[in-house]
Each structure stands twice: as C-alpha cells, then as structure tokens.
Nanobody, 123 residues
Framework: QVQLVESGGGLVQAGGSLRLWCAAS????????MGWFRQAPGREREFVTA????????YYADSVKGRFTISRDNAQNTVYLQMNNLQPEDTAVYYC????????????????WGKGTLVTVSS
C-alpha cells in the first residue's frame, strides 16, 4: 500500500507561483512513477505532468508546458510541482498520483491517489 499526501496549495494572484509537494510512504519510492492531475469544478480530472521512476523523463500537458516543472527526490520520498505564471484557469484541486508499472498519464494508469490540495488563482 502507498500513501500520498499533498501540500502547498493555496490562494495566489494571476502571474504568481506556487510549489506543491507530495510525500509518499509505504513502498520504496523509486519503484513507482509519479504524476500530478487536477480537477476543476464541474470538469473531469485531467493530466498535468508526470515523471519516470528515476526522474530521467518528464511529461507535460500542453496547457502547462513552459510554466510548470515536476521533479522528484527519491531520497526524500517526495515529488514536487513548481507552478509559475499561474492563471485563473489553473484553479483546481491538484492530486498526486503514483503508477507502479506505468507512468501515470491517464487516470486508468494510476495505482494510488492522494487526497488533493486546492489551488486557487485569482484574476
């Protein structure tokens, strides 16, 4: 079993930055790929970004490319999401996701979910 706990959400003005992090426990951290999804009110959960097991490869949704950066520290069992130039359309609950055998780029490839952290971007 894997437990994922997100932190770092909050309220920020448009153009601002936030850093989310997700602490993992319950299994060797390097044995799963990690990702972030988000869900805005009234919308389906969508992929944001992912990183492979050792951190060598990253993936981004087109909507966040150039603004968001995912990274992981396997020694600290933590994955980070640096979000810059935030816009109101980035407002959502952000979920940490872990994939054991597949990189979590779609909801059906996620083996474990965190409970989410709310990011609100004001205009």
């Amino acid at each position: 079993q894997v437990q994922l706990v997100e932190s770092g959400g909050g309220l920020v003005q448009a153009g601002g930055s936030l850093r989310l992090w997700c602490a993992a426990s319950g299994r060797t951290f390097g044995s799963y790929a990690m990702g972030w999804f988000r869900q805005a009110p009234g919308r389906e959960r969508e992929f944001v970004t992912a990183v492979t097991w050792a951190g060598a490869t990253t993936y981004y949704a087109d909507s966040v490319k150039g603004r968001f950066t995912i990274s992981r520290d396997n020694a600290q069992n933590t994955v980070y999401l640096q979000m810059n130039n935030l816009q109101p359309e980035d407002t959502a609950v952000y979920y940490c996701a872990a994939g054991i055998t597949r990189v979590p780029k779609t909801p059906d490839t996620v083996d474990y979910w965190g409970k989410g952290t709310l990011v609100t971007v004001s205009s």
